[in-house]
């Protein structure tokens, strides 16, 4: 074979090659991408909402129906229940007291509403035989005051289960609206009625006590 017939045959066979190599290519399949390439990277956060990580920062990602923020309500006002006690009214130096000081009745017994109506229930003959028709001093905290249907003044001491009522002589009217309830007093009378299914127990005749 001459030079020339070799150097044809060489010029054929790298032609071939190129076609081989280069053809064909329209109609090679597109590479797949990875999915890192194509979707956004998620991962869960530290609550447990998605977060995308594809742009280097935490983004949260709220997943259907994730309420992220709810505003809160407004306090509905209820109104106030019950009458305020009223404010008593303030002491004057011309004002006609009724109360008598603590000092003029050292000879008196003193005791205490809770005290007295304990007695009763406990053992009311002896209590009878120790309060009825006897002067006595009580302090104790009240209950209510003011006026009966008739107009007569009286207080009304919490006792325990029962009650202790002191029916006034005489008081001023500044000085009746002064015993307003929770506030703690003293009045001195004499007991004259218990009754059992109440456990109440009635002093009249009293007055107020100032300094016990």
């Known amino acids: 074979m001459t030079r020339a017939h070799r150097l044809s045959g060489l010029l ?9 190599g280069c053809g064909g290519a329209e109609d090679q399949e597109p590479l797949a991408t990875t999915p890192a ?10 609550q447990g909402e998605p977060v995308d ?4 920062v935490k983004v949260p990602i709220p997943a259907a129906g994730y309420v992220t923020f709810v505003p809160a309500a407004s306090p509905t006002a209820r109104p106030v229940e019950g009458t305020p006690t009223p404010t ?10 009724t109360a008598v ?23 009311p003959s002896v209590a009878e035989a120790r309060y009825r028709g006897k002067p006595v001093v009580i302090q104790g905290t009240i209950k209510e ?6 107009g007569n003044p009286f207080v009304v001491f919490n006792a325990g289960r029962g009650t202790l009522r002191c029916e006034f002589a005489v008081i001023s009217e500044p000085e009746l609206l002064r015993l307003t309830p929770a ?10 009625a218990f009754d059992p299914s109440e456990l109440s ?12």
């Open 101 to 123: 000081l603590i000092d003029t009745l050292e000879s008196t017994p003193r005791t205490s509403a809770r005290q007295i109506v304990t007695d009763y229930r406990d053992d």
């Open 53 to 56: 990580y594809s742009k280097g």
């Open 37 to 46: 390439e194509s979707a956004t990277t998620v991962q869960s956060g530290a």
């Open 201 to 212: 127990v009635t002093a009249r005749q009293c007055k107020l006590v100032l300094g016990y």
């Open 12 to 20: 054929v066979g790298c032609i071939a090659t190129l076609f081989v």
């Open 145 to 150: 005051a003011g006026r009966d249907s008739a």
């Open 183 to 192: 506030g703690t007093n003293a009045t001195v009378g004499t007991v004259e």
């Open 88 to 97: 008593p009214p303030p002491f004057t130096f011309s004002e006609k007291t």
